[in-house]
């Protein structure tokens, strides 16, 4: 069972999170992931939540640094 603190990521937000991490534009990862672009933003937006992070950058730092991406 997980920890209350422990943060879970789905693997959609893993996907884009490691896109995010390469460089790709939201509408990039849309198309390799053939998905909106809204789709993309829904899942790096929630990903931010529950790290509680205000950038995308600082999100995929945290994922990283806490071996979720």
């Known amino acids: 069972m997980p ?9 959609r937000e893993r996907q884009c999170l490691r896109w995010v991490e390469e460089g790709k534009s939201s509408w990039a990862i849309g198309v390799i992931l053939k998905v909106s672009e809204n789709t993309v933003n829904f ?21 990283r640094r806490k071996r979720l991406i």
Request: one cysteine or more; a neutral charge.
């Open 3 to 11: 920890d209350e603190n422990e943060v879970v990521l789905s693997e």
């Open 43 to 63: 899942h790096v937006k929630n990903a931010m939540r529950k790290l509680e992070t205000s950038s995308r950058t600082q999100c995929v730092v945290k994922a």
